[in-house]
Nanobody
Framework: QVQLVESGGGLVQPGGSLRLSCAASGTIFSIHTMGWYRQAPGKQRELVATVTSGGSINYTNYADSLKGRFTISRDNAKNTVYLQMSSLKAEDTAVYYC?????????WGQGTQVTVSS
C-alpha cells in the first residue's frame, strides 16, 4: 500500500502562484509515475501533469492547456512530487489530487482545494 499526503492548497488571487506538495509513504518502490489531476465542480477529473522516474531521468507530461504555467517536479530522495502553479486563473479552481501508479497499482490522495479568486 502507498499513502499520499497532499499539502499547499488554499486561496490565491488571479495571477498569483501556489505550490502543491505530495509526500508518498509505504511500498513506494513499486511506484514509477506520480502526478496531479484536478476536478472542478460539475466536471470530470482531468490530467494536470505527471512525472515518471526513468533511473536518473524524470520524464514529464502535461495537459496541453497548462504547459508554461504549471511545472511538476519530483524529489525521489524525499518521495515527494511538487506542482508549481503560476499565473493562476479562476478556471484553475478545483480540487487537486495526487496520484501514484505502479505496474499493478494506482493510488490517490485525499485532494487539496485550490481556489483562485479576488
Amino acid at each position: 500500500q502507498v499513502q499520499l499526503v497532499e499539502s499547499g492548497g488554499g486561496l490565491v488571487q488571479p495571477g498569483g502562484s501556489l505550490r502543491l506538495s505530495c509526500a508518498a509513504s509505504g511500498t513506494i518502490f513499486s511506484i514509477h509515475t506520480m502526478g496531479w489531476y484536478r476536478q472542478a465542480p460539475g466536471k470530470q477529473r482531468e490530467l494536470v501533469a505527471t512525472v515518471t522516474s526513468g533511473g536518473s531521468i524524470n520524464y514529464t507530461n502535461y495537459a496541453d492547456s497548462l504547459k508554461g504555467r504549471f511545472t511538476i517536479s519530483r524529489d525521489n530522495a524525499k518521495n515527494t512530487v511538487y506542482l508549481q502553479m503560476s499565473s493562476l486563473k479562476a478556471e484553475d479552481t478545483a480540487v487537486y489530487y495526487c496520484n501514484a501508479r505502479g505496474a499493478y497499482s494506482n493510488y490517490w490522495g485525499q485532494g487539496t482545494q485550490v481556489t483562485v479568486s479576488s
